[in-house]
């Protein structure tokens, strides 16, 4: 951002505001740079120069904590287009959401199952089978397995491909193994998983999913959603996250990274 008239350039790599120089800064030469006449300002009162430091130091801190806080959490925006699974309801998302409940989500969801299926803790996502970031929770998810049970479930919100992959999983004989070639294929930019067949029973259950998604209000993915095993509680997160944070979400013991 550039300033005119009383704006002075505050340093290298800094877009701050710096009051103009007054005219009692002087230089023996006409054609120094105004800013060795600020070194000069500084030395004579050491309090602003203290007050410039501290104000480079916070804006510093600041950056840094934006940009950790950008890469905390990965997910995709829910953009779908016109010719997808779920147009309509993602236009009136806000005026019909309803309140996150595991019940509605077994009563109204189809996805398939990975990890311990006789857990008492169960862990549901709501993924699109063209998000990377969807693919990078289940390969963080792939450790919790034997503490848990993940129930995958497709939705249909980045393209028109994405209903029709996740019909494509929920119609494989086996969806886990399917879900495994599917990413590799996709992070081989290949295309991920071959539609064929009839699908449409399929491709019905990705739209109610959808639907579902929207109705709670959800705006990205992966969408993951559980009673956190030690608390009790509900949690949810929109957007993926390492092996760590998505244990400590839902309530499972951190794996110890050696073993």
């Known amino acids: 951002m550039a300033f005119s008239g009383a704006a002075q350039d505050a340093g290298p790599g800094l877009g701050v505001y710096a009051p ?3 005219s009692h800064l002087h230089s023996d030469n006409p054609g120094t740079d105004n800013r060795f006449a600020r070194l000069s300002f500084f030395r004579q009162d050491p309090l602003i120069f203290l007050y410039y430091a501290d104000l480079r130091m916070k804006i510093y801190l600041l950056s840094a904590l934006a940009l950790a806080a950008s890469l905390s959490l990965a997910g995709c925006n829910k953009t779908p ?6 147009p309509a309801a993602a236009a009136s998302a806000k005026a019909t959401t309803e309140p996150v409940s595991i019940a509605a989500i077994t009563a109204q969801a189809t996805g398939f199952t990975v990890g311990e299926p006789m857990s008492a803790h169960t862990v549901y996502v709501f ?3 063209e998000c990377p970031h969807c693919a990078d929770l289940w390969e963080a998810a792939k450790p919790l397995k034997s503490e848990a049970k993940f129930v995958w479930i497709p939705v249909g919100v980045l393209n028109k ?3 029709e992959q996740g019909a494509a999983l929920l119609a494989s004989k086996d969806p886990a193994s399917a879900m495994d070639a599917h990413e ?5 930019h290949q295309g991920g998983i071959v539609v064929s067949g009839d699908l449409d029973a399929q491709r019905a259950e990705v739209k109610k999913n959808t639907d579902l998604m929207v109705r709670f209000g959800f705006d ?3 969408t993951i959603i559980a009673i956190n095993a030690k608390t009790g509680k509900l949690v949810t997160q929109e957007g993926a996250s390492g092996t760590a944070a998505l244990a400590t979400l839902v309530g499972l013991r951190v794996p110890d990274p050696a073993s």
């Open 20 to 22: 103009p120089v007054k």
């Open 81 to 86: 287009a016109p010719d997808t699974a779920a």
């Open 127 to 129: 993924f699109d089978a």
């Open 161 to 163: 491909a994405s209903t």
């Open 184 to 188: 590799a294929s996709m992070r081989a």
């Open 220 to 222: 990205a993915i992966p």
